[in-house]
């Protein structure tokens, strides 16, 4: 309960006055989030509310809060904060789970490159998939996008099938491709203002334009844009059909650090639209910036699903010991051998992730001082991002 | 947008395209015209014997050509764009919107038979000013009914053509190996004169550009009578039309294919 009152706090700071709207958020029976406006967000999906605010007649009121879990308020609360940020009106969101999948496989031949993957994205959230390379995540994109046929399993995307679904389908999504070429004979308005005529709603070629900041190359041919501009090109495209769900599928692979940021930047925009954003990258750290949730797949199969604090949370080592390894006569087994945590090498410098940081830090000052010797810049943090990753996938990424 | 316009927009977009790529443009266009004034110039203005009478090189070459321009700027064009097109992911990009896919196919023929129709029209217009050919107004609608329907089969041929090639490098070869020895045996380049050996009569007989070419050239010549519209040469094509449609329904693919050098091309670059 404490924690509730916490995240109730929170959620009220947070929120203001701002949100128009009867009701804006509840957190259902299974713990999953429900944001929708109007007065049947709750009803609509038929499970009955935990935690429901509104201001309904009067100011923010916080009720029925039994059992909400910190982590999920926290989702609430950054997205709700999102949506004042916007000023959104009820139309702008849509209602319960965007995308639905159950037991996805997907074989080739004998390999299984997607083995049994269930999970849920709700309207409005910003999914990402995440592994290294051949862990599935474009596959499983392709799939909810109906580029590619899945072997078994149940998968709905606005309420769709993707496998059957048409052209009214594809008109609500939208769609940036890892390796989708652009016609390279247009200028950029030309190309957009072309692939966006199919789309019943769409957005104004210059809006667009602007909003993935390609103004100066407007009238530009595509041949003669960098691979990165080509990329927001993609990026332009995905939206021109103002689309309610948009799968990215590893949208700064390849970027320069600063192009990296740049495009977060410009999804960051998207997700203050109000979209449901699914994207998958190699990138721990883009996932971390960028989603509200995060999926991590190694070798066709989940591994971890859960905020990034959730992610981290969930491992058992969460400190990292590291120091120059001195020159040493005698086997490292006196030193390596009682410690709780996993230790590895790495130039020169040994690295040791350990979930009881203050046993193991002792064993080791003790070690050293019996012999004399000094560790040269001997730190301890909190494990990285890119360290839980590791962990979770279980083997470095594979460079193709 | 309903699907009419987006079919006009489609057109329009892809004769930019056409435009904005020169050398399409002169295979197509540009060539023919050269092999025009080539032809005449080199045998000559004496008149020979050809299927459809004792008449000029001029009047022989003339339709000859313009037909060959029409089968260039359809099948090889649209067999190699959509090949190409197909590699570099574009086709992948348009399945991925709410653009029926049959207006993005009807976009690309109907671009390569217009394209095909000024070819067409061009070169004749040049026989007929510089060289003299025969024209006559009671002829013209013979000669367009067979633009139509060699244009749209070749259109369709083309389409099959991309279905049937790996890989858009795959694309050109198969076009110029099946095209231009077709072109030999069906009265385009060289006229049979009632002499050539009876099995590649039969050979020309069975592919549609002979009689693409034999059709065409009828409604020019001065010895046919009016309408001068051959049924059993139009039906023969049609049916090459319809294999071509069976094909490509049957065969064509959006995706990329795996391990194509553009694709590849790509993802090495991305992944380092």
Same mark, same amino acid.
């Given at each position: 309960m404490i924690g509730d009152l916490v995240a109730h706090h929170q959620l009220e700071a947070s929120l203001g006055h701002q949100v128009r709207g009867d009701r804006v958020c509840g957190v259902a029976e299974d713990h999953r989030l429900e944001t929708g406006l109007g007065k049947s967000s709750s009803a609509d999906v038929g499970v009955e509310p935990r935690a429901v605010f509104g201001n309904n007649g009067s100011p923010w009121q916080w009720t029925h809060v039994t059992d909400c879990s910190t982590p999920r308020l926290e989702i609430v609360r950054h997205r709700l904060a999102r949506v004042a940020a916007m000023n959104l009106t009820a139309d702008r969101i849509t209602e319960g789970a965007a995308i639905e999948v159950r037991d996805l496989v997907k074989h080739y031949g004998d390999t299984k490159a997607v083995d049994g993957v269930s999970f849920a994205v709700d309207a409005g959230e910003v999914f990402a998939i995440l592994g290294p390379n051949g862990a599935g995540k474009s596959t499983t994109v392709e799939i909810l996008e109906g580029h590619r046929q899945r072997s078994s399993g149940d998968v709905a995307v606005l309420g769709l099938d993707p496998a059957t679904a048409g052209r009214a389908f594809r008109d609500r999504i939208g769609v940036v491709l890892q390796e989708a070429g652009i016609d390279r004979e247009f200028t950029v308005r030309e190309v957009i203002?072309?692939? &966006? $005529?199919p789309y019943s709603t769409r957005r104004p070629t210059d809006e667009l334009? /602007?909003?993935? /900041?390609? @103004? /100066?190359?407007?009238d530009e041919r595509v041949a003669r844009l960098s691979g990165g501009q080509q990329r927001r090109v993609d990026l332009a495209l995905g939206l021109v059909g103002d689309p309610e769900v948009i799968f990215l599928d590893e949208p700064t692979t390849g970027f320069d650090p600063a192009a990296r940021r740049r495009s977060w930047d410009i999804v960051r925009n998207l997700t203050s639209l109000g979209k449901t954003v699914v994207l998958t990258t190699h990138y721990m750290e883009e996932a971390e910036q960028l989603a509200d949730r995060i999926l991590v797949?190694?070798?066709? @199969?989940?591994? $971890?699903? &859960?905020?990034?604090?959730?992610?981290?949370?969930?491992?058992?080592?969460? @400190?990292?010991?590291?120091?120059?390894?001195?020159?040493?006569? /005698?086997?490292?087994?006196?030193?390596?051998?009682?410690?709780? &945590?996993? @230790?590895?090498?790495?130039?020169?410098?040994?690295?040791?992730?350990?979930?009881?940081?203050?046993?193991?830090l002792a064993h080791i000052t003790a070690w050293a001082t019996a012999r004399g010797l000094e560790l040269e810049s001997l730190t301890v943090s909190s494990i990285d991002l890119e360290d839980v990753y590791l962990q979770l996938v279980g083997e470095p990424e594979v460079e193709a | 947008m309903n699907n009419v316009s987006l079919l006009l927009l489609h057109i329009r977009a892809q004769n930019r395209i056409f435009w904005r790529v020169?050398?399409?443009?002169?295979?197509?266009?540009?060539?023919?015209?050269?092999?025009?004034?080539?032809?005449?110039?080199?045998?000559g203005g004496?008149?020979?014997?050809?299927?459809?009478?004792?008449?000029?090189?001029?009047?022989?070459?003339?339709?000859?050509?313009?037909?060959?321009?029409?089968?260039?700027?359809?099948?090889?064009?649209?067999?190699?764009?959509?090949?190409?097109?197909r590699d570099e992911g574009i086709l992948r990009r348009v399945r991925g919107t709410p653009l029926p896919p049959w207006i993005y196919l009807g976009g690309v023929v109907g671009s390569g038979v217009y394209v095909a129709m000024m070819g067409t029209a061009f070169m004749t217009a040049l026989g007929v000013v510089a060289y003299g050919v025969n024209i006559e107004l009671a002829k013209v609608p013979a000669m367009m009914l067979t633009f139509v329907v060699g244009s749209a089969v070749f259109a369709m041929l083309g389409v099959a053509l991309a279905a049937m090639a790996s890989s858009a490098s795959a694309a050109p070869a198969l076009a110029n190996a099946t095209l231009l020895p077709m072109a030999f045996i069906s009265n385009v380049f060289v006229s049979f004169e009632g002499e050539a050996p009876s099995w590649l009569v039969l050979a020309g007989d069975i592919f549609p550009l002979r009689h693409f070419a034999l059709s065409y050239g009828e409604a020019l010549s001065p010895f046919s009578d009016a309408p001068a519209i051959v049924w059993e040469r139009l039906g023969v094509m049609l049916l090459w039309g319809l294999l071509g449609a069976l094909v490509a329904w049957r065969k064509f693919r959006w995706e990329p294919s795996v391990g194509s050098s553009t694709t590849r091309g790509r993802r090495s670059r991305r992944q380092r």
């Open positions: 203002d072309l692939y &966006g $005529a334009i /602007e909003l993935v /900041e390609l @103004s /100066e190359k407007a797949l190694a070798r066709g @199969s989940i591994v $971890a699903e &859960g905020t990034a604090a959730e992610l981290r949370s969930g491992l058992d080592t969460d @400190s990292k010991i590291t120091f120059g390894l001195p020159a040493v006569d /005698e086997p490292l087994a006196a030193l390596l051998d009682p410690l709780v &945590g996993t @230790s590895r090498g790495r130039d020169r410098r040994l690295e040791i992730l350990t979930p009881a940081p203050t046993a193991d | 020169p050398i399409g443009a002169f295979f197509a266009l540009a060539l023919p015209v050269v092999m025009l004034v080539l032809f005449v110039a080199l045998f004496d008149e020979f014997t050809t299927e459809y009478g004792f008449v000029s090189r001029a009047q022989f070459y003339t339709p000859a050509l313009a037909v060959f321009s029409a089968a260039s700027a359809t099948y090889t064009n649209i067999g190699i764009n959509l090949a190409t097109r």
